[in-house]
C-alpha cells in the first residue's frame, strides 16, 4: 500500500531557529511537490522536484529529493512569524502518474 | 485572471439530498483533480481527469460522480449524501505531467452533512 507519510506533523518554532521537515514515501514516483496552506485558505505550490538529487530554494525555505531513499526534505532557515502555516508534500504514483498522494501535512508555528 | 473557481463555497446537506460542485478554470488545463480535505489528513483523491470526455477513480472515489463534459468545467456529484462525505473539496488544475508543472487549487468549498 502507498504510503507518504511527513514528520513531524506539529512543529513550535523559535523564529531565527532552524528546522527540517521529512517526507518519505512508500513506491517509486517521478516528482515530488510540496505545497503550502494557510488556514481557512487553499493550496499554495512551493516545489517541485523531478529527479534525484534536485534541490530548489526560495527564500527561507529550500527542498531536496533522494529517490533512492524515497526522501524528501524541507528546510526552513531563520525562521519568521509569516512561515506559519501547514506544509504537505505529495507523490504521483508511477507509473499511473495522474494518481496523485498527499502526506498528512506539517503544521509549523513560528512563535517570536 | 480568475485562475480555478469552485461553486458552491458553502452547503448544507441532509443526509440523502444530492448535490453537484462546480469546478471551473480559465487556464485551458488539460488535467483537473478533485478531492477532499479532511482534519488531520492531507487531500485524498477522488477522481481526476485528463481530458475532455474522460474521467478516472482516484483513492477514495466511493459515493461520488464526475462528469468532463467541456475542458474547463470538472463536476463532482454527490447522488445521496452521508455524514461521512462532510469535508472540504478542492479543485485542482494541472497542463499535465508532461510540463511538470504543480496543480493549481481552487479556494475549497465546506460541505457539512447533517
Redesign the interface.
Known sequence: ELK?EQNP?FLSMQEGKNYTIYCNYSTTS??L?W?RQDPG?????LF?L?SNGAVKQEGRLMASLDTKARLSTLHITAAVHDLSATY?C?V?IAPN?????????TRLTVKP | NAGVTQTPKFRVLKTGQSMTLLCAQDMNHEYMYWYRQDPGMGLRLIHYSVGEGTTAKGEVPDGYNVSRLKKQNFLLGLESAAPSQTSVYFCASSLGLSSNQPQHFGDGTRLSIL
Open positions: 507518504v506533523l517521478d516528482r511537490y505545497y485558505k487553499s493550496l499554495e505550490s517541485v523531478l504537505f505529495a504521483d502518474n495522474n494518481d496523485m498522494r498527499f502526506g498528512a501535512g
